[in-house]
């Protein structure tokens, strides 16, 4: 039995020494994963045409926070050559995943009064409304821009995207995602403009730009209400009790729709939702498509 006690105990240290291992070396993973990355960034053997594209911003000793944006520099490096050199606007994205020690950046281009102004970056179209996407939770850096490119490959448009290496104030922090900040525009999400008078026959028809999303930003109220979204009437797949979807108005906003436009937008989600789930979902006229 005393051998049997001393055994058992040799276990347990043996299994918490690999814990503490553990999570050791959980905590410093992220650290030696982006010293690694800032060494690559540093390494003179690396030629500048092999490099993904070096984005550098300068805030001039500002602190970047979430809201409201602060004016910076940014210079933009492809293959050693300076393609883009001018103003900013940036702020710390993203509601939880602020938490992260690695942050995502919303970006504005800015001309030399810090009024917005449509420009191209890394060759992708015209726009002001740019983000830096960090794939903290992600290690593989690749679930989004992977489905994004499939979801353009199959005519559907999502954010086009690429990846570059960031620094600010001259602090390495890793390899990000460059991509499109979702809007209506023509070279985005492509559809017609709404406005407040368009409340009746087809104007009434949108377009419209709805989102599944925690409530942040510019909405209206706390948390989900009826200024700032509406709910669908199904719950999800194997939901706890009380759990439900919310649609939030993105476009127009949750200050700018009318009541005639919720009414449209919702009544519409709520027959296409019916549609689908009904026995005839897979019907030409009657099921889901004559949505889409």
């Known amino acids: 039995m005393h051998l049997r006690f001393l055994g058992s105990v040799n ?3 043996f299994i918490a020494l ?6 050791i070396s959980s905590c410093s993973s992220d650290e030696a994963i982006l010293e690694e990355q800032q060494e690559q960034a540093e390494d003179p053997t690396i030629n500048p045409e092999d490099r993904l594209p070096q984005v550098l911003v300068n805030t001039n000793g500002g602190t970047i926070v979430d809201e409201p944006k602060i004016p910076a520099l940014m210079t933009i490096s492809e293959q050693g050559i300076v393609t883009y050199d001018g103003n900013i606007g940036i702020e710390i994205r993203g509601a939880s995943s602020q938490m992260f020690p690695k942050k995502s950046y919303g970006v504005e281009t800015w001309d030399a009064n810090n009024e917005d102004i449509n420009v191209s970056l890394l060759g992708l179209p ?16 690749l679930r989004n821009i992977l489905i994004y490119d499939l979801s353009r490959d199959i005519g559907r448009y999502a954010s086009r995207s690429l990846f570059v290496e960031l620094s600010i104030n001259e602090a390495f922090k890793g390899v990000y995602v460059f991509m499109e900040k979702l809007k209506r525009d023509s070279q985005r999400i492509d559809i017609n403009k709404l406005s407040s008078d368009e409340v009746s026959g087809e104007d009434l028809t949108g377009g419209y730009i709805l989102k599944i999303d925690k409530t942040a930003g510019s909405n209206l109220g706390e948390g989900y209400n009826n200024q700032n979204s ?5 719950a999800p797949p194997d939901a706890t009790t009380g759990q439900e979807i919310y649609f939030l108005y993105e ?6 729709i009318t009541p005639e436009q919720k009414v449209y937008i ?3 989600i709520s027959d296409f939702e019916d549609a689908l789930s009904s026995d005839n979902f897979a019907d030409p006229d009657t099921g889901y498509a004559a949505y889409i």
Request: net charge negative.
């Open 11 to 13: 276990l347990i240290r």
């Open 18 to 23: 690999i814990f503490f291992i553990y999570l």
């Open 126 to 141: 015209e726009e002001e409304d740019w983000v830096f996407y960090a794939p903290y939770s992600d290690k593989s850096l």
């Open 230 to 234: 509406f709910s669908s009437a199904y």
């Open 251 to 256: 476009y127009p906003d949750a200050e700018d």
């Open 266 to 268: 919702s009544t519409y």
